[in-house]
C-alpha cells in the first residue's frame, strides 16, 4: 500500500525510532508498504518515520525497481566501520526540491536484522554508503540538512519557512 510521504518540519522526523523487537506479518507489511511509497516518490531509499511510523527499520533500492537483488531492508541498523570521506549531493524525499553537498564517509559497515530477525551485516561504498548513513540517520531523527555547516543549514531551513509562507510547501 502507498502511504503518505511525511515532510520536514513534522516533529516524526526529528526524534529517535524505537527498536524493532517482533518479526511478524504487520512487520513484513510494513516493509513492503515503505517499498511502494519509496517506488512510487521515486526514491532510493525510505526510512519508516517518512510513512509517519516511527520504528527503526529503512529499505534501500539503488536500482530504483529494476533489480529484486538489489532490494535492502535494514531492520534495526547500527553502523559499525566507517572509512575514507566523499562529498556528494543529496537530496530527501521529506524535503522536495532541497539538494546539497553532503560530506559522509567512502566505505561503512551496517549491522542490522532481516524482516526474520536475523543478523545481516552489509558494507556498502559510494552511493550505497551514502544511502546507508542518510537512511540511518532518519531513524536517529537526523535529516540531511543537519549534517552541513550552519550557514547552509539556516539558507535551506530560511527558503522552506519561505516556501511555507506562499503555500508552495505542504
Ligand atoms: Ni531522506
Known sequence: MIREIVKYPDPVLQRPTERIAEFNDELRALAADMFDSMYK??????AAPQIG???????IDLSNKQNPAEQIVLVNPEIVFREGKQHEEEG???L???RDRVTRAAKVKVKAQDLDGKPIELEGTELLARAFQ???DHLDGILFPWRLSALKRDLILRRIRKLQKT???K
Not at 516518490?41 to 525510505?46: D, K, N, R, V, Y
Not at 511510523?53 to 529499505?59: A, D, N, P
Open 41 to 46: 516518490a521515486q526514491g532510493i531509499g525510505l
Open 53 to 59: 511510523v516511527s520504528k527503526r527499520i529503512t529499505v
Open 92 to 94: 530527501c524525499l521529506s
Open 96 to 98: 522536495p526540491d532541497i
Open 134 to 136: 542518510h537512511e540511518i
Open 167 to 169: 503555500g508552495e510547501w
